[in-house]
């Protein structure tokens, strides 16, 4: 293939070289619709409907490098999909005497469905073993900062505090999310056999007693689910699928937001561990695996709902609607695949930097402790009167520039009241440490 002709994702850097994107390509896509091909006569072969030298005639002859991608893709211009021109040349690779048994009963949805399936299935195996990975990695991450303490922020500002071990164990949360949702689409994945117009009618013609065992044999000889029914205008199987792989993007898009948040060079708790150059700036190590995770995260919603508006398909086959999945499917295939390979090497070389977030929550000057200072004076004072206190020395410290934990030890009321703000920060993370252990349970 031609530099020109290739699609080595030079645009798609984040899908670029990844097992992903080498599983759903065009030459995999071709090897899916070959297996699909093959497998049709198998299952015939396997019911008596086929002789079972044609089975293995077409097996034979369903070798991806014996065709042409290129020519194969003009062609598709004519009927509007791939199956037609490839089934030609199947047949002719055949040969004249099981020929007739290419594609027999069959339509072209069938065939591009099933292949799809393939494809997914394939994709998906590469997404979930990187998702383990990922999640392998933020259980170490989560662990070993158990007790590092960190601000919390809410709508960007200092709130209260919390670790870091709990905001590694909620990412990690969402990955298992993700690797569940994901692993129980994968095991649905279903053939799709039904012929012209779902009925299975063909079939009957060819000498089926029961036609509606073919479908199971097919599915079979393909390691996917057997389908309920033909599944033509019924897409449940594509919307899960985008479903799925939105939602995996967003659970990875969230870690990487607040690692590129978190290694802004003025807060600097956090940095990859392998950043990347700039063009212009020597100086530059940029959080690039975040980077490209968060523009996953922003293309996946809109591809996923192109395949949500397919499933208001008319008729037993649809025109436009089935051939708008093919694309936007693909490029969600091969975006998340890449997004969850970044992701795993994001979280396997990701560098914490405790004594920036305690430098971070330092900041305020102890103002981050407003909550658990007022929780702790509530039984001494009284909550009105530890709340009217609280406000006015946090206004007190914002308008001094003096500690609050300062000022307070000057209120009289409080002189004999323990406010070391040294242990604060670790004291006011609540139940972080054991929300992290309990969140480490799940395996």
């Known amino acids: ?102 594609h027999r009963g069959a339509t072209s949805q069938d065939i591009m469905d099933t ?60 990955v298992l999310d993700a690797r569940d949702r994901t692993t129980a689409v994968r095991d649905a994945l279903p053939a799709q056999l039904g012929g012209a117009a779902g009925t299975l009618a063909a079939f009957t013609a060819y000498g089926a007693e029961d036609a509606t065992a073919l479908p199971a044999a097919y599915a079979r000889e393909l390691g996917l689910r057997a389908p309920a029914l033909p599944w033509h205008t019924l897409r449940t199987p594509v919307a899960d699928l985008a479903g799925c792989l939105a939602f995996t993007s967003g659970a990875l898009g969230k870690a990487a937001a607040d690692v590129l948040t978190l290694s802004r060079t003025e807060i600097a708790e956090l940095s990859e561990g392998s950043g990347g150059g700039s063009s212009a700036m020597p100086h530059k190590s940029n959080p690039v695996r975040a980077t490209l995770i968060a523009a996953a995260a922003r293309r996946a919603p809109q591809l996923a709902a192109t395949l949500y508006g397919a499933l208001a398909a008319e008729d037993e086959r649809p025109a436009g609607a089935w051939h708008a999945e093919w694309e936007p499917l693909r490029d969600l295939l091969r975006l998340v695949g890449g997004a969850a390979r970044d992701a795993a090497e994001l979280a396997e070389g990701l560098r914490v930097h405790p004594d920036a977030m305690r430098r971070n929550l330092d900041l305020t000057g102890g103002l981050v402790l407003s909550e658990w200072l007022t929780a702790s004076l509530t039984p001494v004072l009284g909550r009105a009167r530890a709340k009217e206190l609280l406000t006015e020395t946090a206004r007190r410290a914002r308008t001094e520039g003096r500690p609050l934990t300062e000022l307070l030890a000057e209120e009289t009321e409080l002189r004999n009241m323990d406010l070391d703000a040294s242990a604060g920060p670790v004291r006011a993370a609540g139940s972080a440490a054991v929300l992290t252990d309990r969140a480490l349970e799940r395996r």
């Open 1 to 102: 293939m031609t530099a020109a002709a290739a699609d080595t994702g030079l645009l798609a850097p984040g899908r670029a070289a990844s097992p992903a994107a080498d599983e759903a390509g065009d030459a995999a896509y071709l090897r899916a619709l070959l297996d699909a091909e093959a497998a049709l006569t198998r299952a015939q072969a396997a019911l008596g409907l086929a002789p079972d030298t044609a089975a293995s005639a077409v097996t034979e002859a369903a070798v991806p490098d014996r065709f042409d991608l290129a020519s194969l893709a003009v062609r598709a211009r004519e009927g509007g999909n791939p199956v037609i021109p490839l089934v030609a040349d199947l047949t002719r690779a055949v040969g004249e005497e099981h020929g007739p048994y290419v």
């Open 115 to 174: 292949a799809t399936m393939l494809v997914a299935r394939r994709v998906l195996a590469v997404v979930l073993s990187d998702l383990e990975r990922c999640a392998r990695a933020l259980a170490g991450l989560a662990a070993e900062h158990r007790d590092t303490p960190m601000a919390g922020r809410t709508l960007t500002q200092h709130a209260v505090p919390t670790t870091f071990g709990l905001k590694a164990a909620g990412w990690r949360s969402l």
